[in-house]
Structure formats: C-alpha cells, structure tokens
C-alpha cells in the first residue's frame, strides 16, 4: 500500500509513558484516558481539536462503551462533529491505525485526521460467551488478555512457542537472545540520556493520573513503568519460561498499559501544523506479511519487505529501522534475515525493554521512528513488528529538511 499525499505535522504527535501490569494506569478506562492525553497535547500543540475531520481509534482490548470508540473519543477531545472508525489487528495495531488514516488523507487530501492507539492489558475483560447447547446450558468463558497469549485458535499454540519454534528452527541460542536483550537495554539508556531528552521530544510526562472518577489525582508518572535493570549475569540467572526452551522472563516483554497519537493531514497542513516547518514527515508505505503457523516472528521480513516494494526502495536506502520486539528471538531473527547487526536497529530502546499495551506499541516506535531520523538529518525509516496469528505489519516513513 503506497501512500502520496499524507504526512505527520513534525511534533503533532505523542505517547504516554508505558505502564506495567497492574501499574499505575490498571484502573484507568483505555478510551477516556487516551481522550485526557489528546486533550493536554493538542492543547501542548496548539492544534484545535474542532478542525479535525475525523478519528481512527485503534485497540485491541475491550472496554465498556466500546461500541462508542471513535466517536465517543471525537467528542471527549472537542471534536464533537467529527465521526471515526476502529481498527483491531492485534499487535499490529499501531502501524495500520496509521495506514487507515494515511490511505483517507491519500483519498481526500484535505482530511485531518488524528490516529490514537489505546489499550490497557491490565485487568482485561472475562468474557462469558453463553451457549444453549453446552452441557447443563452452560456457556463458554475466555479471558480476553490471558486467553489471547496462551493459546493461538488456528496454530494450537502459545505466543511463546511461536518464539521457541522460531529459536529452534533459525538456530537462535539462549546465548544469542540475551546478548540482543543486553543491547537493547543499553539502547533504551540513552533516551534516558540529559534527563531523558529523547523522551521530551514526544511523551507526555510527568503525567498525572486520577482516580477512576477522573476527578482526583492519584498520582504522577513521569516515565516509563516497569523497566528492571538489566545485566548479563542477571539473566544468566533465569530459567527458561518453557521446559527445556530457551526464552526466559528477560529475553521478552512485558503487558503494559498506554496510549499515543499522531496527526494525519496534508502536505500543506502538516506544515502549518508542524512544531518546525522545515521538517516534512511522509507517510510513505504500509505492508503485511504471514508466517507459517506457530512461527510469528519469522512474519515480520515478508511484512518488511512488503512496505519497502511499496515504496519503491530498498533496505540499503533505510537510514533507521525500529521494531515491535515482543521476544528477543524476532530481532535475532531479522538481523539473520536481512544481514543486520544486532545493534544496527531500534536505537533509544523498543518494545523488549518498556512493555507492550498492544495497540500503541507500533504507534510509539513508529514517533520514536521519526525523532530519530529528524535527529539524523532526514531518511527513510522502517517500522516492523510482529502480531497476533503468526502476522505482521510494517511501515515506510521519510523524514526530510
């Protein structure tokens, strides 16, 4: 999917820091939450939310009066003329919400839209499914967070696996994993480098959080929430989470909760909307691939490559590569794949090390995508991740001076 004509106002877009499980966001509703951030960074921004046209609402764990999502969220930002669509595709989530606006501004080039992903995995939803013709009328149950990383419906198994069976058949060691989980944590210092000077560039932080009445606060956040130190011997430390496997609590994410935005308009409106004019963002290509079943991570190079047909280049013309890393095996994997060195990607950190909300994980790696490349002076750049359904997507952009 190739887009022309939608581009990101340089700085018209932000991320909350990510939460861990049952952290300091576990009792916020995901929708109304993600309302209360695009309200203060539109306000930070200047950008008035009666002037969008529309919403793309991303998430993929539901909450109540989700049947409202986009509209709902329209109005709670003061757009209250203003429709919207939802978009669920799993951890992939984040780069199409983004394609879905891209490929509306690319159909009527004088639509503002504002993409938002929201989830929170914390004290997900059990849901009750009843079934009249189950045993005594009784129905069938599913934990919609628990349920969805235990047990894959068309592959028959875990979201672990699918990394076990992909460090098995690529030959990825224990060994090799933490070593990349090492450099990403080393990666992920340095946005905390000068008093977290990448983070200022997009977060909305100290945030502060209030009560589930949405009156008091409670508390501030003021990064990112459940990161643990990382060392070499402490993963040596750990054991395998599967018998005789080779992924441990270290060598993979953690579920977390979050939310973040990007402005979607024109080449002429992202200008006027821009923190600095001069730097033009294109969304430039979207693309999506599939594994075999239970290999997931073993999607994202089909997906990658995808986005970089659409776009007409090649990986040499890449100046910067971020991805959705929910296990240390998928970037391990691509580094074989594409003949890439393990520190070659995801500087300033990546999913592996401050969490996964799910639907905003590609969203925040694709605005930490464009910070980087604006503070290497303009380039493509490609985000891929993998998700759900041994599936993935990725996404083109280009930063220019």
Same mark, same amino acid.
């Given at each position: 999917?190739?887009?022309?004509?939608?581009?990101?106002?340089?700085?018209?877009?932000?991320?909350?820091?990510?939460?861990?499980?049952?952290?300091?966001?576990?009792?916020?509703?995901?929708?109304?939450?993600?309302?209360?951030?695009?309200?203060?960074?539109?306000?930070?921004?200047?950008?008035?939310?009666?002037?969008?046209?529309?919403?793309?609402?991303?998430?993929?764990?539901?909450?109540?009066?989700?049947?409202?999502?986009?509209?709902?969220?329209?109005?709670?930002?003061?757009?209250?003329?203003?429709?919207?669509?939802?978009? !669920?595709?799993?951890? #992939?989530?984040?780069? %199409?919400? *983004?394609?879905?606006?891209?490929?509306?501004? +690319? /159909? &009527?080039?004088?639509?503002?839209?504002?993409?938002?992903?929201?989830?929170?995995?914390?004290?997900?939803?059990?849901?009750?499914?009843?079934?009249?013709?189950?045993?005594?009328?009784?129905?069938?149950?599913?934990?919609?967070?628990?349920?969805?990383?235990?047990?894959?419906?068309?592959?028959?198994?875990?979201?672990?696996?699918?990394?076990?069976?992909?460090a098995?058949?690529?030959?990825i060691?224990?060994?090799?994993q933490?070593?990349c989980?090492?450099?990403?944590?080393?990666?992920?210092?340095?946005?905390? !480098?000068?008093?977290? #000077?990448?983070h200022? %560039?997009? *977060?909305?932080?100290?945030?502060?959080?209030? +009560? /589930? &009445?949405?009156?008091?606060?409670?508390?501030?956040?003021?990064?990112?929430?459940?990161?643990?130190?990382?060392?070499?011997?402490?993963?040596?430390?750990?054991?395998?989470?599967?018998?005789?496997?080779?992924?441990?609590f270290?060598?993979?994410?953690?579920?977390?909760?979050?939310?973040?935005?990007?402005?979607?308009?024109?080449?002429?409106?992202?200008?006027a909307?821009?923190?600095?004019?001069?730097?033009?963002?294109?969304?430039?290509?979207?693309?999506?691939?599939?594994?075999?079943?239970?290999?997931?991570?073993?999607?994202?190079?089909?997906?990658?490559?995808?986005?970089?047909?659409?776009?007409?280049?090649?990986?040499?013309?890449?100046?910067?590569?971020?991805?959705h890393?929910?296990?240390?095996?998928?970037?391990?994997?691509?580094?074989?794949?594409?003949?890439?060195?393990?520190?070659?990607f995801?500087d300033?950190?990546?999913?592996l090390?401050?969490?996964?909300?799910?639907?905003?994980?590609?969203?925040?790696?694709?605005?930490e995508?464009?910070?980087?490349?604006a503070?290497?002076?303009?380039?493509?750049?490609?985000?891929?991740?993998?998700?759900?359904?041994?599936?993935?997507?990725?996404?083109?952009?280009?930063?220019?001076?």
């Amino acid at each position: 999917m190739r887009f022309t004509k939608s581009f990101i106002p340089y700085g018209a877009y932000w991320s909350t820091p990510f939460s861990k499980w049952q952290g300091s966001f576990a009792h916020l509703h995901a929708i109304t939450f993600a309302a209360d951030a695009a309200r203060q960074a539109l306000a930070q921004r200047n950008i008035d939310a009666a002037a969008l046209n529309g919403v793309v609402l991303g998430m993929t764990v539901l909450q109540k009066h989700q049947l409202y999502g986009g509209p709902w969220l329209a109005a709670l930002i003061g757009a209250e003329g203003a429709t919207g669509t939802m978009v !669920a595709q799993a951890c #992939a989530t984040g780069a %199409r919400t *983004m394609a879905t606006a891209a490929a509306e501004v +690319d /159909a &009527s080039s004088d639509t503002t839209l504002l993409a938002v992903t929201a989830d929170r995995c914390s004290n997900g939803p059990h849901v009750y499914y009843p079934n009249p013709g189950g045993p005594g009328g009784t129905g069938d149950k599913e934990d919609i967070v628990l349920d969805s990383f235990g047990q894959d419906p068309w592959a028959k198994n875990s979201m672990i696996q699918t990394a076990e069976n992909v460090a098995a058949e690529a030959g990825i060691s224990r060994s090799m994993q933490d070593e990349c989980t090492l450099v990403r944590y080393a990666q992920y210092q340095r946005a905390l !480098a000068d008093g977290g #000077a990448f983070h200022k %560039r997009f *977060m909305l932080a100290p945030l502060d959080v209030k +009560d /589930a &009445s949405g009156r008091k606060v409670v508390g501030t956040v003021a990064t990112d929430e459940g990161v643990f130190a990382t060392t070499k011997e402490g993963l040596a430390a750990l054991k395998p989470v599967l018998p005789g496997g080779t992924v441990t609590f270290g060598s993979q994410t953690h579920p977390a909760d979050g939310n973040a935005g990007v402005v979607v308009t024109s080449r002429e409106r992202a200008k006027a909307l821009a923190r600095d004019a001069a730097v033009e963002v294109a969304i430039v290509a979207y693309g999506q691939g599939r594994a075999k079943k239970g290999f997931m991570a073993m999607a994202t190079v089909p997906a990658a490559q995808a986005a970089l047909d659409a776009a007409g280049i090649g990986l040499k013309d890449v100046k910067a590569i971020k991805t959705h890393n929910p296990f240390a095996v998928n970037d391990v994997y691509l580094a074989q794949a594409l003949d890439l060195k393990i520190d070659a990607f995801n500087d300033y950190g990546s999913s592996l090390v401050y969490g996964h909300p799910q639907g905003p994980t590609g969203m925040r790696l694709v605005i930490e995508l464009v910070e980087e490349l604006a503070i290497r002076g303009g380039g493509y750049g490609l985000f891929v991740g993998c998700a759900a359904g041994d599936t993935a997507g990725a996404l083109v952009v280009k930063v220019g001076r």
